[in-house]
């Protein structure tokens, strides 16, 4: 299985909703992450996940909360997000940091 | 910004012909990996050049690296219409912690 899944793939919430975006692997990767990317723009690293516990935060707004529960899942947790937070999150793994990522297909957020 | 360059922005040919892309970095790096998104989906790594390489074959695409000029290329030969995406370089940086950053992505059409 060389496939990261993300979940959902589409989703539209308010301003005061709080959701969750979800990402699965189980390729025995140690290393996740999340990046956010606007139409045209490359993908921006958010948040990197090694051996379970938070690497690296790109001083991401705290409206955006990470967690990684166990190896194989990575989550991402919104609450009270601005329309400009609107954009394509993706989600990737890989063996451990500074080796090949595969990603996700994203989730194509809205916030109205 | 640690984010590389890359250009042509924007690239056009004709089936069968060959595109080169180029991406510029910043400082010393671990590795660098090019990757292709297929438009507003998930990304998929292509090949990673470790600093200690010079070139690197993977099919129909070859990955140049020159330290001294802290530069890449990416060579597709022989396109074809299904090469159509946007492709992406990502550096690892020595000092950077393991982070993967993108370059600006080089936007190629492939005409039939």
């Known amino acids: 299985d060389t496939e990261v899944t993300q979940t959902p793939k589409h989703l539209v919430m308010g301003m005061t909703n709080k959701k969750s975006l979800k990402c699965e692997q189980h390729m025995g990767h140690r290393a996740m992450y999340w990046y956010k990317q606007k139409a045209k723009k490359p993908p921006e690293l958010m948040f990197v996940?090694?051996?379970?516990?938070?690497?690296i935060n790109e001083s991401v707004p705290s409206r955006f909360s990470p967690e990684c529960p166990n190896s194989s899942l990575l989550n991402l947790h919104l609450h009270a997000l601005q329309p400009e937070d609107s954009a394509l999150y993706l989600c990737?793994?890989?063996?451990?940091?500074?080796?090949?990522?595969?990603f996700g297909q994203g989730t194509r957020l809205t916030v109205v | 910004s640690q984010q590389g360059e890359e250009d042509p922005q924007a690239l056009s040919i004709q089936e069968g012909e060959n595109a080169t892309m180029n991406c510029s970095y910043k400082?010393?790096?671990?590795?660098l990996q090019w990757y292709r998104q297929n438009s507003g989906r998930g990304l998929v790594h292509l090949i990673l050049i470790r600093s200690n390489e010079r070139e690197k074959h993977s099919g129909r695409l070859r990955v140049t690296l020159d330290t001294s000029k802290k530069s890449s290329s990416l060579l597709i030969t022989a396109s074809r219409a299904a090469d159509t995406a946007s492709y992406f370089c990502?550096?690892?940086?020595?000092?950077?912690?393991?982070?993967?950053?993108f370059g600006q992505g080089t936007e190629l059409s492939v005409k039939p």
């Open positions: 996940y090694s051996y379970e516990k938070l690497s």
């Open positions: 990737a793994s890989s063996q451990r940091m500074n080796t090949e990522a595969f």
């Open positions: 990502a550096t690892v940086y020595y000092n950077q912690g393991g982070k993967l950053i």
């Open positions: 400082t010393s790096i671990n590795n």
